[in-house]
């Protein structure tokens, strides 16, 4: 089987401090995405090239549809609902109310409509953290939350199979991706299991998501890479380098999905990494993979 040559453009070169979560929006042709200690929920046109941006008043992590309008988020420790024209965010529900320096970090919405997002302590340097301090919760439609479980360092990528019979999770401090069980018709997870350890060169897991073929796609954070992985098999297909160490998550969008997005950050780089690499808190368009990605789910509440 011959591999189709992908190619690699940064489509965004403001240097964001610490990109994450993008998000396709079919209906706007645009590419959500957050600068989490900057605050700021952005919305990238891929028609006009410009970009919006909403700002909040702590670290927004993760952004997703929802079906209702306008948006969700994941800001500090709370579950918001964000209405793009006038800017505001309504707290929907608050978690880790015991835990002060605890944040949200990564989120996405399930196929049912429920939004999933996992906890962390607060960074003093990127994946320098008090361990064990975050969990995964889920913000059900009727705005209750669900924990499943506690004990996680760096809460990150997540995704669902094709037939939503198995949850992916990364936590990334375990250099594992990891598969659940999973019930959608409750949203009760079980079996855990790892279906991927990285290699040393790969460094940190961080944001994740699934293409048609049912294979997952992780950003490798300090490893300046996406790799395509066969969560059966436990092997790596496929290794798409990108011109930044710091690749923090990635997601299918513009035309049929037939493109990747692969966001960056520059927080935790010295002057040196920055001159060399000046397109470090771009964000990346990859096309010529030759796989599709899926529409995202919107959060149904
Ligand atoms: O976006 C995230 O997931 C974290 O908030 C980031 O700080 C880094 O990606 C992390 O340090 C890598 O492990
Ligand atoms: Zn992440």
């Known amino acids: 089987m011959t591999m189709s040559s992908a190619k690699i453009e940064c489509v965004l070169r403001e240097n964001w401090r610490c990109g994450e979560s993008p998000v396709w929006e079919e209906a706007s042709n645009s590419l959500l995405f957050v600068d989490i200690p900057a605050k700021k929920v952005c919305r990238w046109d891929s028609l006009s090239k410009e970009v919006q941006q909403v700002t909040v008043d702590a670290p927004v992590s993760s952004v997703a549809l929802r079906h209702s309008g306008g948006y969700v988020a994941t800001v500090g420790t709370k579950f918001c609902a964000l209405n793009w024209e006038d800017q505001s965010a309504v707290v929907l529900a608050t978690v880790d109310k015991d835990k002060k320096n605890n944040r949200f970090n990564d989120g996405k919405v399930d196929p049912a409509g429920r939004y999933f997002a996992g906890t962390m302590a607060e960074e003093t340097a990127p994946a320098v953290l008090e361990r064990h301090q975050g969990s995964l919760y889920s913000l059900f439609p009727d705005h209750h939350v669900e924990k499943y479980f506690d004990q996680v360092d760096i809460s990150n990528g997540l995704d669902w199979s094709l037939d939503h019979k198995i949850f992916y999770y990364i936590d990334s401090l375990s250099y594992s991706v990891d598969a659940f069980d999973y019930d959608l018709q409750t949203g009760k997870i079980s079996n855990r299991r790892s279906v991927y350890k990285l290699e040393k060169e790969e460094q940190i897991p961080d944001g994740m998501c699934i293409d048609v073929e049912g294979k997952l796609w992780v950003a490798c ?26 690749t923090t998550s990635c997601c299918f969008g513009g035309k049929d999905y037939s493109e ?9 780089m010295d002057p040196e990494g920055l001159l060399q690499q000046p397109e470090a808190g771009g964000i990346f368009k990859i096309t010529g993979l030759g796989v599709k990605g899926i529409p995202p789910y919107p959060y149904a509440g």
């Open 221 to 246: 954070y300090n490893g300046g890479r996406v790799i395509r992985l066969d969560p059966e098999t436990g092997k790596r297909l496929r290794t798409v380098k990108l011109p930044v160490v710091k």
């Open 260 to 268: 990747m997005y692969v966001t960056s950050a520059r927080d935790g």
